[in-house]
């Protein structure tokens, strides 16, 4: 068993060097200004209003959807300069009615076959092409769960007019509180707003486009042709894709929204298996071309390439290897204890890392997160379980056929009130 400790210890080596450097981001964003941020600042006197097609596309969202378009009837942009589109993506409820009624122009679509948001999204753009050609500068990409901050729009319009192409959003959570699993994965994607996307903009590396909230313009449309990326993780296929041409995503930490987060593990579950089966896919597609620019120099590649690659294939050789030990010592009359004691102390080591990112985000966006302070607190804690679950949801997502299935969505702002008051 002394092979499996040495095994586990090298493991637990490897994934230091790999995620170290994201460590580093932490000092940087509390202790250094972003300069980039300073300057679009300094220039609001000289903003241009662009034109801009909001897209979102909604599969069976009569119950939230009212909520996001209402948010955009409350923005500071003038309400002119904004177009938005529903693509009613096989629905079987009123969601398309829901829209029209809020004012969208509404696209409906019917296909057993093509099924995935990136389908949904590249038919939707060709519709706009056709019915709107050459009127918008800029595409939006909403989730139908999601509920922006009033001046969402004029941030993220700003740091277009400083040049910046594709843009991505500080991405809270509207029901943080709702259970361990919500909060988990809000408080995920709140460390990857503050800790990663904000880190990377402020040093002038590449951001990355995290499924909603995010800008692009005519221009990066005309490129992709559409909307190309079909794979279950699209928002990580355009990101990679954009990042091995040598260009660079930008984060506006102004630029606030809120999604709604699985509250049942299986909801949860099914979600991130959807992400480590698209992972894989990325990996396959994409692997060698961030190889090469990681050889050429680029930082950008080696980020998104430790963020997609080393947790999960250190996760599985980890477990196949105390697997095996474990029914190895069995065999030959040895004491599994051994290898239990091992795997025990690989999961404290990785409880521990994940309990200081977690501390540290809750810490400083302590104001961001909408529920109570006890509720906070108890996520810190819960925050390590949530993340090691990963490990058999990567595990599972090696065998499993994956394919695409909605999340429902039920927490309206009415539900919300109502659970953060307790009535």
């Known amino acids: 068993m002394e092979l499996l400790k040495l095994i586990n210890f090298i493991i637990t080596i ?4 790999c995620y170290s450097y994201q460590f580093v981001y932490i000092p940087i964003v509390i202790f250094f200004k972003d300069r980039k941020e300073k300057k679009v600042k300094a220039a609001r006197g000289e903003i241009t209003l662009h034109d801009y097609a909001v897209l979102i596309c909604a599969r069976n969202e009569q119950a939230v959807i009212g909520d996001l378009l209402d948010s955009f009837a409350e923005q500071t942009y003038p309400k002119e300069r904004l177009h938005i589109f529903v693509m009613a993506d096989n629905c079987t409820d009123g969601t398309a009615e829901k829209a029209r009624l809020h004012g969208a122009t509404v696209y409906e679509r019917k296909n057993d076959e093509l099924i995935g948001k990136g389908y949904a999204l590249n038919e939707l753009l060709s519709h706009i092409n056709r019915d709107y050609p050459e009127k918008f500068d800029g595409f939006f990409i909403f989730d139908a769960d999601n509920i922006l901050k009033e001046d969402f729009i004029e941030r993220m319009n700003e740091s277009f007019c400083d040049g910046n192409k594709v843009i991505t959003s500080y991405r809270n959570s509207k029901n943080y509180g709702s259970s361990w699993v919500s909060a988990g994965i809000g408080l995920w994607f709140l460390r990857e707003s503050r800790y990663l996307n904000n880190a ?66 299986s909801q949860s579950w099914r979600q991130r298996l959807r992400w480590s089966k ?58 599994p204890m051994d290898a239990l004691v091992s795997m025990i102390s690989l999961l404290l080591s990785g409880y521990g890392v994940a309990f200081v990112v977690g501390l540290v985000t809750v810490i400083t966006e302590w104001k961001m997160i909408r529920t109570s302070t006890v509720k906070k607190i108890l996520s810190v804690i819960t925050f390590p379980i949530f993340m090691l679950s990963f490990i058999p949801v990567a595990v599972t997502a090696l065998f499993a056929k994956v394919t695409w299935k909605p999340i429902e969505h039920t927490m309206t702002l009415e539900k919300l009130r109502e659970e953060e008051t307790g009535k």
């Open 278 to 335: 698209g992972y894989l896919q990325v990996l396959g597609k994409y692997s060698g071309r961030l190889i090469k620019g990681i050889f050429k120099g680029d930082f950008s590649c080696f980020d998104v390439l430790m963020n997609i690659a080393p947790a999960y294939s250190l996760s599985i050789v980890s477990i196949v290897c105390n697997a095996v030990f474990t029914v190895f010592g069995l065999i030959n009359g040895g004491d």
């Open 14 to 17: 490897i994934f230091m060097v």
């Open 200 to 265: 990377r903009y402020i040093l002038g590396a590449s951001c990355a486009v995290s499924g909603t909230g995010f800008l692009f313009s005519r221009e990066v449309l005309e490129e992709n042709g559409g909307w190309p990326f079909h794979q279950l993780t699209e928002d990580i296929e355009f990101s990679i894709e954009y990042i091995t041409r040598g260009k660079k995503i930008a984060f506006c930490t102004d630029a606030v929204l809120y999604d709604e987060q699985p509250v049942k593990f």
